[in-house]
């Protein structure tokens, strides 16, 4: 690409996402779009509707399939509705997608660099009146055959299709698009209906990304634990129980370690009130029936 040695850089924001399990997340992400072919480069990242976590996917993505030593370039072309400025830099007055398919600024001056070797963005710029012919204009498939050759991947961050048409207009230039649905507020038949909207476009549907998702919980001695079955062990929700040393263990006479029973057997195994002389309230067996002497003394009654 001409002039990409006068791209200026700017500083993105990620946020903390440090979680082992998000990160893993985002690598199978990563890996999977790796393994959809050669002649995949383009991908539109679209939703049913706003606040599905669309715009974290695609930044995610990108940054993933940046640290893999691929070079990438992220658009956001939410023409309509775009908070990557806002969210992701402190940087104000910067060039978009809007501006450069108006013909107010050139593709050169609109692409920017970021501090993670290898990916670059360019926002979506101020909005405009005529989003969706601007994003279905010949200029937008000119821009992407231009950049096309300059980068290994080319992720576009689209409008909710289940809102606004604009991403099935987009998809029929892209190779493939990735769908985030939030689990839990999107209906089936929505669902449905956006998918069906991109096959119409002839885009190819490389899968779906199922956001805010809850994970799996069993019951460990009587609390409630997180359960993740990739690794076939538990982490504890209660952060006191994890924390509790166990307690070390008593040797006799012999050196030979001490069973103690704890409270909790204990208190099963306790005397009841009345029990008869010479019982004990550890390892004695209650009796069931009355005692041979006919009724006596220490006669004890059936429990």
């Known amino acids: 690409m001409k002039g990409a040695c006068e791209m200026r850089t700017i500083e993105l924001d990620f946020g903390d996402l440090n979680n082992y399990f998000v990160r893993e997340a985002f690598n199978t992400l990563r890996t999977n779009i790796l393994f959809s072919g ?14 599905e976590g669309k ?8 940054k993933s399939l940046a640290e893999a030593d691929k070079k990438v370039l992220l658009i956001d072309a939410d023409l309509r509705k775009s908070v990557t400025v806002s969210r992701y830099t402190k ?11 108006s013909g107010q ?21 101020p ?10 204009s010949p200029v937008f498939k000119e821009m ?14 689209a409008p909710p299709l289940g809102l606004v048409i604009d991403a099935a207009v987009m998809a029929s230039v892209c190779d493939g698009a990735v769908i985030v649905i939030n689990q839990g507020n999107i209906k089936y038949r ?9 096959a119409k476009s002839g885009c190819r549907i490389l899968g779906v990304v199922l956001n805010q998702t809850q994970r799996k919980k069993r019951s460990v001695r009587g ?25 070390a263990a008593q040797l006799g006479t012999n050196g030979a370690p001490v069973r103690t029973a704890s409270s909790n057997s204990a208190a099963r195994t306790a005397p009841r009130t009345g029990a008869p002389a010479g019982t004990t309230g550890t390892g004695a067996k209650p009796q069931s029936r009355p005692a041979s002497n006919g009724g006596q003394a220490g006669k004890r009654e059936p429990w």
């Open 105 to 125: 600024v050139t593709l050169e001056q609109s692409v920017y660099r970021t501090q993670i070797e290898g990916l670059d963005v360019i926002f979506a710029g």
């Open 144 to 157: 992407l055959d231009c950049v096309r050759d300059a980068y290994d991947y080319i992720i576009v961050d």
């Open 91 to 101: 940087e104000r007055g910067v060039n978009g997608l809007s501006q450069i398919l």
């Open 127 to 136: 909005y405009p009146p005529n989003p969706a012919e601007l994003v279905g």
């Open 38 to 51: 050669k002649d995949v480069k383009t991908i539109i990242v679209t939703s049913c509707v706003a606040h």
């Open 55 to 62: 715009t974290t996917v695609s930044f995610e993505m990108a």
């Open 190 to 198: 929505l669902a449905q209906n956006v998918k069906a909207q991109l």
């Open 223 to 247: 609390r409630q634990s997180e359960y993740y079955a990739g690794y076939g062990d538990y982490y504890s929700s209660d952060s006191a129980m994890a924390a509790k040393p166990r307690p």
